[in-house]
């Protein structure tokens, strides 16, 4: 199926819930389209952070644009993959309007598209996003109102949802030991959210400037919403990945012998697409191709062992095997999302050492960095290169490859960045070499 904003032909969806389970009737009309589509490749594309349908249907059309023009002999198949996430729209989206003509709400205050997207996430939960709202927009003085906004936070997102989700929030593991939260829900409110403010204030303050002001706590506050959030959001993509996008691409290769499939997915969608390999069919070999564009979970995930941690491995080890060719991992400094943000979100519960101590720029390259901010981390024989060097030479037909993407990958302002400036023909141009689509 085809709709009139879609660029490309032939183009389908498939829409999954927050468990994983599958729109069927999207799916079998799929899986009774292909074999009689003449597709021989077939990709298959996860967004991120996003508020609606239309909003994902336009990345996937602009994104897959220029690909008929760059492959012009190729028998390519798009899917759109639809999922429940969310994005505080506050955050710079290069090439797309803002979702309202006024604008988001400055400062910590929550815009009333924000609040929306969030009742949507949160289905049964409007009187505590409600709640949250209020006190973001009038800052109750006392400490007291502060661990009352934490302690709403952390009943929204639910560190311990019932259902599958709870099993997936993991990038790494060590044997026997179980599952830590993040310090966002353990430490005080009142501290973290200080931490927030302070990196806020260092992402702002002018190039080359360091920030040595004591910011209002309330001040990062929405940013500890925002992180919370985008943990469950994370902790939902791998659900939906292992339980719903594996198993559909193993009916899809079922279906249509010799169909060769690329995974491509930007942000958490590249997390999805990762936990699909776990999802995957015993012994199916349809995925020829993965391409993460600025990946939000850990370079660590693939790893077999931590740098400093022996015991401790990734929680996808060696399932960049299942990949009947490369993982290819984009990635850019200028993501602030991922850079700066990710990294103070990403901690450990029970460490108590203080994220400022420790200096932002260290956090760049420790335990807790992100895929699409340095790429696939202590995975032997792990390639690297620029994007010149991998638009201007053979891609590698299999194990990891780093791209450093930041030659386009830079556009976007705080609080995120260039974490959605992906709408660029050479990044389409990664997904046909990394898939070998001529």
Same mark, same amino acid.
């Given at each position: 199926?085809?709709?009139?904003?879609?660029?490309?032909?032939?183009?389908?969806?498939?829409?999954?819930?927050?468990?994983?389970?599958?729109?069927?009737?999207?799916?079998?009309?799929?899986?009774?389209?292909?074999?009689?589509?003449?597709?021989?490749?077939?990709?298959?594309?996860?967004?991120?952070?996003?508020?609606?349908?239309?909003?994902?249907?336009?990345?996937?059309?602009?994104?897959?644009?220029?690909?008929?023009?760059?492959?012009?002999?190729?028998?390519?198949?798009?899917?759109?993959?639809?999922?429940?996430?969310?994005?505080?729209?506050?955050?710079?989206?290069?090439?797309?309007?803002?979702?309202?003509?006024?604008?988001?709400?400055?400062?910590?205050?929550?815009?009333?598209?924000?609040?929306?997207?969030?009742?949507?996430?949160?289905?049964?939960?409007?009187?505590?996003?409600?709640?949250?709202?209020?006190?973001?927009?009038?800052?109750?003085?006392?400490?007291?109102?502060?661990?009352?906004?934490?302690?709403?936070?952390?009943?929204?997102?639910?560190?311990?949802?019932?259902?599958?989700?709870?099993?997936?929030?993991?990038?790494?593991?060590?044997?026997?030991?179980?599952?830590?939260?993040?310090?966002?829900?353990?430490?005080?409110?009142?501290?973290?959210?200080?931490?927030?403010?302070?990196?806020?204030?260092?992402?702002?303050?002018?190039?080359?400037?360091?920030?040595?002001?004591?910011?209002?706590?309330?001040?990062?506050?929405?940013?500890?919403?925002?992180?919370?959030?985008?943990?469950?959001?994370?902790?939902?993509?791998?659900?939906?990945?292992?339980? !719903? @996008? /594996?198993?559909?691409? $193993?009916?899809?290769? %079922? #279906?249509?012998?010799?169909?060769? =499939?690329?995974? &491509?997915?930007?942000?958490?969608?590249?997390?999805?697409?990762?936990?699909?390999?776990?999802?995957?069919?015993?012994?199916?070999?349809?995925?020829?191709?993965?391409?993460?564009?600025?990946?939000?979970?850990?370079?660590?995930?693939?790893?077999?062992?931590?740098?400093?941690?022996?015991?401790?491995?990734?929680?996808?080890?060696?399932?960049?095997?299942?990949?009947?060719?490369?993982?290819?991992?984009?990635?850019?400094?200028?993501?602030?999302?991922?850079?700066?943000?990710?990294?103070?979100?990403?901690?450990?519960?029970?460490?108590?050492?203080?994220?400022?101590?420790? !200096? @932002? /720029?260290?956090?760049? $390259?420790?335990?807790? %960095? #992100?895929?699409?901010?340095?790429? =696939?981390?202590? &995975?032997?024989?792990?390639?690297?290169?620029?994007?010149?060097?991998?638009?201007?030479?053979?891609?590698?037909?299999?194990?990891?490859?780093?791209?450093?993407?930041?030659?386009?990958?830079?556009?976007?302002?705080?609080?995120?960045?260039?974490?959605?400036?992906?709408?660029?023909?050479?990044?389409?141009?990664?997904?046909?070499?990394?898939?070998?689509?001529?």
């Amino acid at each position: 199926m085809t709709g009139p904003e879609i660029s490309v032909a032939p183009y389908w969806e498939l829409t999954f819930d927050a468990d994983g389970d599958v729109d069927g009737p999207e799916r079998d009309r799929l899986l009774a389209a292909l074999p009689a589509s003449g597709v021989r490749d077939l990709i298959v594309f996860a967004h991120g952070w996003n508020n609606d349908r239309s909003l994902a249907t336009r990345l996937y059309s602009d994104f897959f644009a220029p690909i008929p023009r760059l492959a012009p002999a190729a028998r390519i198949g798009y899917v759109g993959v639809v999922w429940p996430s969310m994005l505080f729209c506050d955050e710079p989206i290069p090439d797309f309007p803002r979702p309202t003509a006024a604008g988001p709400a400055p400062g910590p205050a929550l815009d009333q598209d924000t609040r929306q997207a969030l009742k949507k996430a949160f289905p049964g939960r409007a009187t505590v996003v409600d709640r949250l709202a209020r006190m973001l927009h009038g800052h109750p003085r006392d400490e007291a109102g502060l661990e009352e906004f934490g302690r709403l936070v952390r009943s929204l997102v639910e560190a311990e949802p019932p259902g599958p989700q709870g099993l997936f929030a993991a990038d790494t593991m060590t044997p026997g030991a179980p599952q830590r939260e993040p310090v966002m829900f353990s430490r005080p409110t009142a501290a973290v959210c200080a931490e927030f403010a302070q990196a806020e204030a260092q992402l702002e303050a002018p190039e080359g400037q360091e920030s040595f002001s004591l910011p209002n706590p309330w001040n990062g506050a929405k940013e500890l919403l925002r992180q919370a959030t985008y943990y469950a959001m994370k902790r939902r993509a791998g659900t939906v990945g292992e339980r !719903g @996008l /594996g198993p559909a691409v $193993g009916r899809l290769a %079922g #279906a249509a012998p010799g169909l060769r =499939v690329h995974l &491509v997915g930007h942000s958490f969608g590249g997390r999805l697409v990762s936990f699909a390999l776990c999802g995957l069919p015993a012994g199916a070999g349809a995925v020829k191709s993965v391409t993460l564009l600025q990946g939000a979970f850990s370079h660590y995930a693939f790893a077999a062992r931590l740098p400093d941690d022996p015991r401790a491995g990734g929680v996808l080890q060696g399932r960049e095997h299942r990949i009947d060719g490369p993982l290819v991992c984009c990635f850019s400094r200028f993501d602030a999302a991922l850079g700066t943000f990710y990294p103070l979100a990403s901690r450990l519960a029970h460490d108590d050492r203080s994220l400022l101590d420790l !200096g @932002l /720029g260290s956090l760049l $390259g420790a335990r807790w %960095g #992100a895929m699409g901010h340095d790429g =696939v981390q202590a &995975v032997p024989g792990t390639r690297s290169c620029t994007l010149a060097d991998a638009l201007g030479s053979a891609m590698p037909a299999s194990g990891c490859v780093n791209v450093d993407a930041a030659g386009v990958v830079r556009r976007g302002g705080p609080p995120s960045g260039a974490h959605s400036d992906i709408l660029h023909p050479e990044l389409a141009r990664v997904v046909l070499a990394a898939g070998r689509i001529h």
